[in-house]
């Protein structure tokens, strides 16, 4: 199920580089978290790859947004261990590697 028209409230781009050397610029977008069917959910978008998924739902809010958060940290994971390299599209200099990645995404604690 997705809404309509989700309200993003996070958008970052990324420079993704195939193992062919092919670049591509990524986006992804989270919505904000809203309640429908007696859910909540929130929208998760990775334009550049996969497009938009199906809403992530949830028990609230947090839950929701979480799992979004998680879904586009673990795609971009993927294209990583695919053979690809991202970067930030503000220097291109050093590749993204996972460290910077858990960073970026709150998943580097101890």
Not at 17 to 31: H, L, M
Not at 37 to 56: E, F, I, N, Q
Request: hydrophobic letters at 40%; proline letters at 5%.
């Amino acid at each position: 199920m997705r809404t309509i028209d989700p309200k993003y409230i996070v958008q970052d781009e990324f420079i993704h580089v195939n193992g062919g050397g092919v670049e591509s610029i990524i986006t992804a977008r989270i919505g904000t978290p809203y309640f429908q069917d007696a859910k909540w959910r929130c929208a998760a978008t990775l334009d550049g790859v996969d497009g938009r998924y199906p809403d992530r739902h949830g028990v609230n809010g947090a839950q929701c947004l979480s799992l979004a958060i998680a879904l586009i940290f673990h795609r971009l994971i993927d294209l990583m261990e695919g053979g690809g390299s991202l970067y930030f599209p503000t220097d291109r200099s050093v590749a993204i590697d996972l460290d910077a990645l858990k960073s970026v995404f709150g998943q580097d604690f101890p």
